[in-house]
Every structure is written in C-alpha cells, then in structure tokens.
C-alpha cells in the first residue's frame, strides 16, 4: 500500500466522521437543542476539525493518480464524465466541499439562531455529502454512478460520528439525565436501521434493475475474504440493533451498542474502500499515527468547548 493510499483512507474516514458529526449537530438543533446537550460538546469539536484535515488534503493534490485510476488517464470514460473527472475540476469541487464545511461548522458555533442555520446547513450539506461520497469513494471505479450512494455513505458517516460522541460521553464525570440519554439511544438506533435499510435498498436497485456496472461493482467485493469482512461488519450491526432495542436506558447497553456500530462503520468502510494491498505494518503505524494527531486536536478543541453539563442534566 503505496503513502497516498494510506493518507486517502485516512483523509476520507475522518472527513467523514467530521462531515457526519455536521450532520448530527443540525439535526440536534432542529429536533431540539436539549436532545443534542449530552454530546454537543463532542460533535462540535469534531466538526471543527475539518481545517486540519484541509490541510491533510494537500499533499493528496500531488498524488492523485496513486488513487484515482482516471487521474492518470486510464479508463475508457463518457466524455462527459471524463470531463467532470479531470483532476483540475476535481480538486476545485474538492476545496468547495471542505471550504463549504468549515465555514457551516464556525458559523454553527458562532450564531445565536442555530435552527435558522441548521436548516440552511442541512440544505448546504446534503448535496455536499452526496457529491463529495462519488468523487472521494466511488470515482475509485468511476463507472458506476449511483445517486443512492451519497445518501447511504453518508448516513453511515452520522452514525459512526454520533457512535463515537455517545461513547466519549459516557466516560465523562458528569451524568445526563435518562430523558436525554434515551433520546440519544432512540436517535443512535433510528441512524443505525436507517443506515441498514439505505445500502439494502442501493443492492436491491442494482439486483432488480440488473444495472452491468452496479453488478461489476460488488462483483469486486463477492471473493471469500470480502465477504467475510462484509458479513462480520453487518454481523456487529445487527448486534448493536439487538443491544439497543429494548425499552429503558441502560449506560452499559450505550457503550456496547455505540462500539459495535462504530465497529461496523469501521469494517463497512474497508469493505467499501477494498484497498488494493495489503497494509504493512509501517501502514498501520502511519494511519495510527495520522489518526492520533487527529485525535489531539479533537482533545485540544473540546478543552475550549463549552461542556452543556447543566442542560444534559435537566430534566425537559
């Protein structure tokens, strides 16, 4: 595995986890702001890493034919989407989606109406995802367009960020209320059944209307080792549904559920990507090391975030 493909799969997973917590902080504010209070703290500071990893998309500019197939000049494309594919007009819609994402999450933590900004957001950053899953994901096998693909990536990035915002949560000091933490169970379940039902619903469309290049597309991902991450990763999900599901709240049921579907978004994520080798251990050692620095900011920003303890504690 070649260093572009290690800061390719890095840059997308925690963008993702970044652009999902986006998500979730939006639908926060609209639902209700009291419902969000738990893990705002979290998903803002995750959210507001998405200038440090700008910057980790700069040296990704200079080696995008290690990534990108269709960079080099191979591949028998349309012509019009050999145009939308040229690396110029690539890395300008790249720099847009990123620039477009930073300034949706200061402006989130700034304004005082943040439904009225949400909803704008929402209407922003939808497109955005949808967009940004095709030229970061599926242009890897740029033949295959699937409108549905956005929608279902970008669920999963909502749940993994959501997933990882309860877990921190939870090892805090301060509790939050039951009402609140139920909520967050009951929003933590709907994102992982959404999630489910989305990608089904994407392979029941590729199956029913026997589309050649949706079929070749998971073709590549039908040999035996894929199959068995992808049964493993829907395995965890299915599990965390189980954990989940029953009525009441209970703090270790939220640990486990949260860390099986983050579980699950992390093996679907490999699944989805199939890096072409192998990682080393030096790869490893690489992603482990980019994600720790991502980690470090993350953990410098929530020290300047406001907790919300008194709202995640109140009663409605």
């Known amino acids: 595995m070649s260093t572009m493909e290690v800061l390719y799969i890095v840059f997308v997973g925690l963008t993702g986890l970044a652009m999902g917590s986006l998500v979730v902080l939006m639908l926060g504010h609209l639902m209700s702001e009291h ?25 990704l500019a200079f080696g995008l034919e290690q990534v990108f197939p269709w960079a080099g000049g ?15 007009f690539y890395l300008l819609r790249s720099v847009i989606y990123l620039a477009v994402c930073v300034a949706l999450a200061f402006w989130l933590i700034r304004t ?16 955005i995802m949808s ?6 994901v599926l242009s890897r096998e ?57 990608w089904f619903a994407q392979f029941l469309i590729v199956w029913l209307a026997n589309l050649p290049q949706g079929a070749e597309w998971y073709a590549r991902r039908s040999d035996p080792q894929s199959l068995a991450l992808v049964a493993v990763s829907y395995g965890l999900m299915l599990a965390a549904i189980l954990v989940l599901v029953p009525s009441g709240v209970s703090r270790i049921a939220m640990i486990v559920g949260s860390a099986l579907a983050l579980l699950h978004h992390a093996t679907h994520f490999v699944w989805i990507l199939q890096p072409q080798v192998d ?28 907790t919300y303890a008194e709202e995640a504690a109140a009663e409605p």
């Open 131 to 136: 967009l940004s899953a095709y030229d970061w």
């Open 279 to 306: 990682p080393s251990w030096i790869d490893l050692g690489l992603m482990a090391g980019l994600v720790g620095l991502w980690g470090v900011a993350f953990t410098i920003v929530m020290r300047f975030r406001p």
């Open 142 to 198: 740029p033949h295959w367009w699937s409108s549905l693909f956005g929608l279902a990536f970008g669920l999963s990035e909502a749940l993994a960020a959501l997933s990882i915002a309860i877990l921190i949560a939870l090892l805090k000091v301060e509790p939050a209320s039951p009402v609140r933490m139920k909520s967050l169970e009951r929003a933590l379940l709907t994102l992982a059944l959404l999630s489910v039902w989305t």
């Open 74 to 88: 191979s591949g028998d494309l349309p012509p019009l989407r050999a145009a939308f594919l040229s690396p110029a």
């Open 112 to 127: 005082r109406d943040v439904r009225r900004a949400s909803a704008i957001g929402l209407a922003c950053l939808i497109p």
């Open 35 to 59: 419902w969000l209070a738990p893990v705002r703290s979290e998903i803002e500071a995750a959210a507001l890493t998405l200038p440090l990893l700008l910057l980790l998309g700069i040296p």
